[in-house]
């Protein structure tokens, strides 16, 4: 019946143009290239700019709640910077990272609940089904109740990611990332670097490896 309407099948998948005419860039960001001889800190900003990028390509569509990934997607892009800081932070200025330190916590807290019942609702389907007392039925007003909160915490997030603070946030991050990624001068390079981190990294499993005997359980 549908070849005899005249249809073609296509072999690709029109997501992205879905995507595109819901106003929804979907193309994210390569990753930054990490050469050795790069000096560690601007290397460090142009991995931080990456994670903003990532963020800014997923706002508009977590926003507009177009898919339960794009939120997702913007957490990893947060938890990933909030990794970065605390790890390689002290490449970084110390007044900087004293100030974006609260406000990726802040992103976090932000996403949170919202993310949570993301998949609550995802599975709740399945997890219904599987009740070995009652009927799946019987969880409907939980359900209810779970679209309910979750309305409510995507206003709350919303809000969040519209808000000024959040866009004085952005361009504040993103202005010194990219003076720190240009930036010019005589600085440890990420070879020295990751040297130095691979190397405490392999005495302390060498100390704790150390402490492993025959009578340990």
Request: no cysteine; charged share 30%.
């Amino acid at each position: 019946i549908v070849q005899g309407a005249g249809l073609v099948r296509a072999d690709r998948s029109d997501y992205a143009a879905a995507l595109a005419a819901a106003g929804v860039d979907p193309v994210g960001t390569d990753p930054p290239v990490l050469r050795p001889e790069l000096p560690a800190d601007a290397a460090v900003a142009s991995v931080l700019l990456s994670f903003l990028d990532e963020m800014d390509a997923v706002r508009d569509g977590t926003i507009d709640d177009v898919d339960i990934e794009f939120l997702h997607d913007f957490r990893v892009a947060v938890r990933r910077s909030r990794s970065v800081v605390r790890l390689l932070g002290y490449l970084l200025p110390a007044d900087l990272v004293a100030w974006v330190t609260p406000e990726l916590k802040r992103l976090g807290d932000l996403t949170a609940s919202s993310r949570d019942l993301d998949v609550h609702l995802e599975e709740f389907p399945s997890l219904a089904a599987g009740v070995s007392s009652g009927q799946p039925e019987d969880l409907a007003p939980m359900a209810v109740h779970l679209r309910r909160l979750r309305a409510s915490e995507r206003r709350r997030l919303v809000r969040g990611l519209r808000s000024p603070r959040y866009e004085r946030w952005r361009d504040r991050w993103r202005t010194a990332l990219a003076e720190l990624a240009g930036r010019d001068g005589d600085r440890p390079t990420v070879q020295e670097i990751s040297r130095e981190r691979l190397a405490g990294a392999y005495r302390r499993v060498l100390l704790r490896g150390a402490r492993i005997t025959p009578a340990s359980p």
